[in-house]
């Protein structure tokens, strides 16, 4: 059960910029600012990295940060760092299931 | 700070129940400000919300999953429980519990997981 989309993978060079896709519907990212962004290691639990679409818990980097456009939220990792990699699962409430999760995008430093 | 941590059996047969419990230490789960929560994430696939209680013993689950599950606190233990009956293959998964944020609809605090594997 994936009712988001998002691409299985995202990669890039040091230093640049990434954005990570999060697509919805009126059930869900279109219609409620409840989305939130985690990150996660290899065998680790989720880290919570942004929350109600664009705040940052504190400790976060502001490297991290968030938006949302109509049914899709975004992911930007800006100054690309090889800590980085891991695995991004974006969230969002529904109306249908309460909440939701996207498929998780695996992030590669080049 | 607040810690959680998972435990019950690690294998479990299909057709069985499943019984987790999450014990918290940090923290007490009769706090008035926010839910605790399941979640699980199937080998190499992406995270599924089971549900949440709060410290009232009023719950919300998945819809799909509702006709077999149960979550439960034990304030006096302070603790939290899953229970899902009629176990299959698909409900293999690493186990996650967690806090929800205050208000919110994201979790901030998570337990390190623990994988249950269904096979006979």
């Known amino acids: 059960q994936s009712a988001l989309t998002q691409p299985a993978s995202v990669s890039g060079s040091p230093g640049q910029s990434i954005t990570i896709s999060c697509t919805g519907t009126s059930s869900d990212i279109g219609n409620f600012n409840l989305v939130s962004w985690y990150q996660q290691y290899p065998g680790e639990a989720p880290k919570l990295i942004v929350y109600e679409v664009t705040n940052r818990p504190s400790g976060v980097s502001n490297r991290f940060s968030g938006s949302k456009s109509g049914n899709t939220a975004s992911l930007t990792i800006s100054g690309l760092q090889a800590e980085d990699e891991a695995d991004y699962h974006c969230?969002?409430?529904?109306?249908?299931?309460?909440?939701?999760f996207g498929p998780g995008t695996k992030v590669t430093v080049l | 700070q607040l810690q959680l941590q998972e435990s019950g059996p690690g294998l479990v047969r299909p057709s069985e129940t499943l019984s987790l419990t999450c014990t918290v230490s940090?923290?007490?789960?009769?706090?008035?400000?926010?839910?605790w929560g399941w979640i699980r994430q199937p080998p190499g696939k992406g995270l599924q919300w089971i549900g949440t209680v709060f410290f009232t013993g009023s719950t919300s689950y998945n819809p799909p999953l509702s006709s077999r599950v149960t979550i439960s606190i034990d304030r006096s233990k302070n603790q939290f429980s899953l229970n899902l009956n009629s176990l299959s293959a698909a409900d293999t998964a690493v186990y996650y519990c967690?806090?929800?944020?205050?208000?919110?609809?994201?979790?901030?605090?998570w337990g390190q997981g623990l994988l249950v594997t269904v096979s006979s």
């Open positions: 940090g923290g007490s789960v009769t706090t008035s400000d926010h839910h």
């Open positions: 969230s969002s409430y529904s109306t249908t299931y309460l909440q939701v």
């Open positions: 967690a806090r929800k944020g205050r208000g919110g609809y994201y979790y901030t605090y």
